[in-house]
């Protein structure tokens, strides 16, 4: 069973950084591409960015320019640079990957970003 443990969340002013941090049990290039999703109170859950298997990347608009997806390999681990962070970023932000068939998501992590 895979495990996805996310990190790295906290209370930031605006315009303040902060660096999540998706570790996964397994090799990440067992998955067909990892994602970050985020859900604010009272609102649905919406994908944040991806990562494919061949290093490509998406994201949002609304995070476009100030958040950035990456991985190592080595230490099986997917991050999220959040860069220039805005009250409307606060939310729990969830790690997601997904293979063919499979998917599998974190437990979530905290970010609260004050004005």
């Known amino acids: 069973q895979v495990q996805l443990v996310e990190s790295g969340g906290g209370l930031v002013q605006a315009g303040g950084s902060l660096r999540l941090s998706c570790a996964a049990s397994g090799s990440i290039f067992s998955f067909n591409a990892m994602h970050w999703y985020r859900q604010a109170p009272g609102k649905q859950r919406e994908l944040v960015a991806t990562?494919?298997?061949?290093?490509?990347?998406n994201y949002a608009d609304a995070v476009k320019g100030r958040f950035t997806i990456s991985r190592d390999s080595a230490k099986n681990t997917v991050y999220l640079q959040m860069n220039s962070l805005k009250p409307e970023d606060t939310a729990i932000y969830y790690c997601?990957?997904?293979?063919?068939?499979?998917?599998?998501w974190g437990q979530g992590t905290q970010v609260t970003v004050s004005s």
């Open positions: 990562i494919a298997r061949d290093g490509s990347t």
């Open positions: 997601r990957a997904t293979t063919l068939f499979y998917d599998y």
